[in-house]
């Protein structure tokens, strides 16, 4: 066997053809380095980063604070677990409580991980607090969902391709049409405990729900006496032009799940912040992580936190999203059903006629714009918030010039 590193794209892509498990179809672009919005791939060829690894890269590739600070920390210490205390947890847990307008926070790693959590935190909670029999806590969830990829979150997944082939599914889920607060009123029974949302559906298409949405639910789960759970690990730490989603619809949830972007895409970091009681059910041996909250994802978490409001990337993803997205809408394109998003989080639906986002992502990373369709019909513009308007301007152009081409 040869340990020669491949040096061309077609040698990289056998290599991970060859031996890696092929739960993706990957753009056909070998990718070796990155800076602020763009990326560069093995050729030398730079490109546009439009997806931010899916809002995880908010604050640009590689940005320099963050990376230092993650080499000053793994020179210190990176993991000593916590069955010890360290010097990094506490900050994060402030810091990002302040951030939020939160009060308890439980750190995990993968975004998965920390709705698995919050299902954990609810049911016991239901159970402890609102005494519901041993076995029936049920959750409310929307149809169209995304909140990871475990066998008991896709167990809720409406999306047939997520769960064949994983059975048995985990039963106390109950699935409702999303941006129907009425539909959430006639499904809450005394056993339910919680609904999570997404306050913007983003694996599901970039779908946003009526703008009262929010406030009714808000209202029938406080009057109803269940929790209120917003995932906002795609939504949330700027990528729509607030610190959290939510923000926008002028309600707080009780329990908020962040991950993607708390790390700054450095490494994976993820977080359950409640403001209500229910994070207090936990004691100690409840529940755990060997590398949830460990110093060297804080010391990245705390930064990466920072460079958001330092370097204004919540008003800069409001005001250059809006602009971003006003001029898609000018793009005349025979292809375009609708243009939707807040802040910098778009998506541009294609009629089924146009023949899928595919191929129009595609020709777009010949133009050196890299982006991924979501769902067969959707292309996903989501670009770290730290873009320019003239690099807006420059993706415009070459959207503009794909999606008037015939393809
Ligand atoms: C990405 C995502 C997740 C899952 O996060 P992982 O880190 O991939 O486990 C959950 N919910 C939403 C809304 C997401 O966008």
Redesign the pocket.
Known sequence: MSIDSPVTTEGFIELENKYGAKNYKPLNVVLSKGQGVWVWDIEGKRYLDCLSA??AVNQGHCHPKIIQAMIDQAQKMTLCSRAFRNDQLGLFYKELCEMTDSNMVLPMN????A?ESVIKAVRKWGYKCKYIPEGQAEIIVCNNN????TVTIISFSSEPQYKDGYSPYTPGFKLIPFGDAEALEAAITPNTVAFMV?PIQ??GGIILPPEDYLKKVREICTRKGIMFVT?E???GLGRTGKMLAEEHFGVQADVT?I??ALSGGAY?V?AVLSNKEVLGVFHPGDHGSTFGGNPLACAVARVALRVLKEENLLDNAAKLGSYFMENLKKIKSPYIKEIRGKGMLIGVELFVEAGGARKFCEALQEEGVLCKETHDHVIRFAPPLVIKKDEIDWALERIDKVLTMSL
């Open positions: 899916y809002s993968s975004g998965a991980e709705v995304f909140h990871g990829r997404e983003g694996e995932d690990i795609q939504t799940v991950g993607k994976p993820s």
